[in-house]
């Protein structure tokens, strides 16, 4: 047989087909609260009903100050009992409470220890990957970003930019990056650059170094831009050079938020999260309540021309 056609056939027996991913996205969920409770049950039964592959935590994983070790007791309290018993494995990524509120590398990095010891909760390292089917999950650690070249004993804006542009470069057909930090958002901390009404001019508190990394390693180059840090749940009209923007802090506290940007789906009134669809070339978003409510169902649809594919 000619080798050509040989070849041609064997191409045609590996399908190109994938099923549905599903998985829940939430955000500042480590108060241990009631609420935190009740986000955790009713992503339980979310996932028990429409199914669930894995979950998203997007930092301010563990409140006020994050914890001493693996072995610290906040653990059962804060993660365990709320989110271990949903039956997913959470992919989890480091907000600034997780750093002791600041720059407690020694804190962060406990988290990453827990991560070896836990069936549930993963974080192998301040930025990892993670391919499901069709799909590359980017988690990045913003806090080490946002504390600027000098702010801890590694560039991390440097080292984590040139690692996404290298697997981005030979990426799934869709690429989540998940983190703790916004773009755009109407929470009280606001947009990255001028975060809490904040200035370049202090661009460690107002997030000139998130903005800038997102510009040159985020917006247009990855689908979705995943995010905590304010405590309410959107869904942005605009996008970040075609990058869809949600966030997602919702986990166990509430603050109020504005109208700056337009949203397909806003909500600061009750606790809760998204669950999350990517099948083939479509996206679908739910927004679920504390109290187990379907609050929100939308969709779109992947931009082909995103990451020069």
Request: aromatic share 10%.
């Amino acid at each position: 047989m000619n080798l050509g056609v040989l070849g041609l056939m064997l191409a045609a027996c590996v399908s190109t087909d994938y099923a549905p991913v599903r998985f829940v996205v939430v955000g500042d969920s480590g108060s241990g609260n009631d609420a935190a409770m009740e986000v955790g049950a009713a992503m339980r039964d979310v996932c028990a009903t429409q199914g669930c592959d894995l979950g998203l935590m997007l930092g301010d994983n563990i409140y006020d100050v994050g914890v001493n070790g693996a072995d610290d007791p906040q653990w059962q309290e804060k993660y365990e009992a709320p989110f271990g018993a949903v039956g997913v494995e959470f992919l989890a990524v480091l907000g600034n409470h997780d750093y002791g509120g600041i720059n407690n590398l020694g804190r962060a990095e406990a988290q990453i220890a827990y991560s070896a010891t836990s069936d549930t909760f993963t974080m192998p390292d301040h930025f990892y990957e993670r391919i499901v089917q069709n799909i590359g999950f980017y988690g990045l650690d913003t806090q080490a970003i946002l504390l600027g070249p000098d702010g801890l004993d590694r560039d991390f804006a440097a080292e984590q930019g040139a690692w996404l542009d290298e697997r981005l470069a030979d990426a799934p057909p869709w690429r989540v990056a998940f983190a703790h930090h916004p773009y755009y958002s109407n929470g009280e901390h606001g947009d990255a650059g001028s975060y809490d009404g904040l200035s370049d001019e202090l661009a460690v508190l107002s997030g000139a170094y998130v903005r800038d990394f997102a510009d040159q390693h985020l917006c247009g180059k990855v689908d979705l831009y995943l995010t905590g840090h304010d405590h309410d749940r959107e869904w942005l009209t605009e996008t970040c050079g075609g990058t869809q923007l949600l966030v997602s802090g919702a986990g166990s506290k509430l603050r109020t938020v504005s109208d700056a940007h337009p949203t397909q789906f806003s909500d600061a009134s009750v606790e809760g999260f998204f669950w999350i669809e990517i099948d083939d070339d479509s996206l679908r978003v739910q927004a679920w309540s504390r109290a187990g409510e379907l609050q929100y169902t939308g969709g779109a649809e992947r931009d082909l021309s995103l990451g020069g594919r």
